[in-house]
């Protein structure tokens, strides 16, 4: 691999929210060697001069959905996998192309697509894949009609979710899971917008399925993470031993207070909501379940400005569904009427390397972390929308050593 040199860079270091200016970089093999205001020169393969630009790590979004290639998840079960796998290519490639050099998938992916981005052979983001996301029968996950008799284990691969019910059933799918190289177990603990025949309100998975996932989990040193809207499905996640909670609209104070007291994660996903609600039958979404988003659209804000305002522990994810992928970038702009520049980067670099157990290896700059990173014209701790137009401020994508960009 070759090595690259970096010079005259304004380093951002996100911990901290403040620039090192004049900075050289040393990348060799994937990884950062050096970091420093006065590193000897050496011979690279790759000479980058940033020219003052502020040099930046690589974003994150913890909860993607890249084979969701419609928001009509009853007609994705009927997609053959080749289809489907075209779909997410273009998915993938656009999300790194935005910046985005990590991803947690809530749902959908698997080894198959992790092996093919680390192999070349697709051009993404690193992928952190659960498999499927594991729902009760009439949950969140399981996308048969009223009058659909099709029995509950009878899913096609291109689904997202699976159907299990029962303290045994729920180990052995999250085993399964697991043997096939789940970085993340995910449940479905409340019912959602997309399904076809639960009620945001209602709770899902009994107690002791949920412990049960999470003693699975936690013995293959892995966690589990939660679609939950309603406080009293968030708190019950919360006490079985769940680790990250996902979208949270409705989450109250003794909610945020218990996810603090358990060092949880909250995934706020505002940027789906607002396209739903604009685009959502447009893009595919059945009508009746579009208007299911109106019960949590607006919630998703107040839950956001509570959970920031109780300094819980906030990551950047997005829950975007076919073409409206292309509002990733967005979520920044939602969540920049409440929370500053600085804490949105960490929500999506420091904070997400944290959630993902990946710590000391991405989510900031420093010698011995993978070298991902981005450089960008302009800086996005006194301007988030420099973050928010990568075709016109976003000059340099690098992943894992390799150059992605180049518009120097």
Known sequence: MAIIRIINAHILD?????????????????????????????????????????????LCDAHVHITAGTPDFVALRHWPPSYVAAHAKGILESMLMRGFTTVRDAGGADFGYARAIDEGLLVGPRLLFCGHALSQTGG???????????????????????????????????????????????????????????????????????????EEAEAANIYVMAHAYTNRAIMRALNSGVRSIEHGNLIESDGIELLKQKNAYLVPTLATYDQL?????????????????????????????????????????????GSMHNAQLKEFAIRGEIIPPTELIQSATV???????????????????????????????????????????????????????NKL
């Open 140 to 214: 969140h996950g399981d996308m048969r009609h009223p009058g659909d008799n099709q029995a509950d284990h009878c899913f096609c691969c291109a689904g997202l979710g699976k159907v299990c019910d029962g303290v045994t059933e729920v180990r052995r799918a999250c085993r399964d899971e697991i043997r096939k190289g789940a970085h993340q177990i995910k449940l479905m603990v409340s019912g959602g917008v997309a399904s076809p025949t639960d009620r945001i309100t209602s709770t899902q998975f009994a107690e002791d399925e949920i412990r049960a996932a999470v």
């Open 351 to 405: 904070k997400a390397a944290e959630l993902f157990n990946l710590s000391g290896e991405i989510g900031t700059l420093a010698e011995g972390y993978r070298a991902d990173l981005l450089m960008v014209e302009g800086n996005p701790l006194d301007d988030i929308g420099v973050l928010q137009q990568p075709e016109r401020y976003l000059k340099v994508i690098m992943k894992d050593g390799r150059i992605y960009k």
């Open 277 to 321: 609600a604009l685009k959502g039958v447009e893009a595919g979404m059945p009508e009746a379940l579009q208007k299911k988003v109106y019960s949590v659209l607006d919630a998703g804000l107040q839950a956001l400005e509570a959970a920031w305002h109780g300094k819980a522990n906030i990551v950047f994810g997005t829950d975007l569904l």
């Open 14 to 58: 996100v911990v901290q929210g403040s620039l090192l200016p004049k900075q050289c970089l040393s990348i060799k093999d994937g990884y950062i060697q050096a970091i420093g205001d006065n590193l000897p020169d050496e011979s690279a393969d790759i000479t980058l001069d940033a020219a003052g630009r502020v040099v930046m790590p690589g």
